[in-house]
């Protein structure tokens, strides 16, 4: 089975630049998450798309960050204008929404670095 | 805010036993304890969950202590690839959101 598949994988930009993710959840996967994860730190969560609906977005930065999940499948997350602070890697992962299980187990991808100089 | 304590790095020799203590002492009724590993640059990987009973995968075990205080994860034999950082989570179960502490950066020696 493929596993969540995330492009670029590293990208510089310039502060004030924009810049997009994109990101392929495994098929059949209706969760998609958003996290931004700065050296040193956890992974945090940014938005979580229940199908082509957003759960919860209450961390998003929504004056700069973006993201929708068009028709359900893949992703974008965008960042317009970028700062320094958002120097990160943003990890995408999806979970499927297994009827009456306790728990659905995130996968994850391997994440965009992001270097805003 | 993460509702867990974990020492910020552990080593443990390779071939044995690798134990990664975590602190959960509010922990509620209907909260699970999960346990996560992110190797460098990757991102987290699954590892094992448990309510109250221990539990045993063919990754690791958890053993969570009778009041559900804190729990222990349990590495059997630990190899260089399990170099990596563990994070210990706890959440309810319907409610997917993961809230990632620091983690517990462990280093196996050869």
């Known amino acids: 089975e493929a596993g969540v598949a995330q492009s670029p994988r590293y990208k510089i930009i310039e502060k004030r630049q924009s810049v997009a993710f994109w990101c392929n959840p495994i098929?059949?996967?209706?969760?998609l998450y958003w996290y931004q994860q700065i050296l040193g730190q956890g992974p945090k969560l940014l938005i979580q798309f229940q199908n082509n609906g957003v759960v919860d977005d209450s961390q998003l930065p929504k004056d700069r960050f973006s993201a929708e999940r068009l028709k359900g499948v893949d992703s974008t997350l965008k960042i317009q204008p970028a700062k320094l602070e958002d120097s990160a890697v943003y990890l995408c992962a999806s979970s499927p929404r297994l009827a009456g299980a306790v728990y659905n187990e995130q996968f994850f991808g391997p994440g965009t670095r992001l270097t805003v100089l | 805010d993460a509702k867990t304590t974990q020492p910020t790095s552990m080593d443990c020799a390779e071939g044995r036993a690798a134990n990664l203590p975590c602190n959960h002492s509010?922990?509620?009724?209907?909260?699970?304890v999960y346990w996560y590993r992110q190797i460098h640059s990757q991102g987290p990987q699954y590892i094992i969950h448990?309510?109250?009973n221990n539990e045993t995968n063919e990754m690791a075990s958890l053993i969570i202590t009778e009041d559900r205080k804190s729990s222990t994860l349990i590495l059997p034999h630990a190899t260089l690839r399990d170099t990596a950082v563990y994070y210990c989570i706890v959440r309810v179960g319907q409610d997917e959101k993961l809230t990632f502490g620091t983690g517990t950066r462990l280093t196996i020696i050869p």
């Open positions: 509010t922990i509620s009724g209907n909260e699970y």
């Open positions: 098929s059949g996967h209706a969760t």
């Open positions: 448990g309510l109250k």
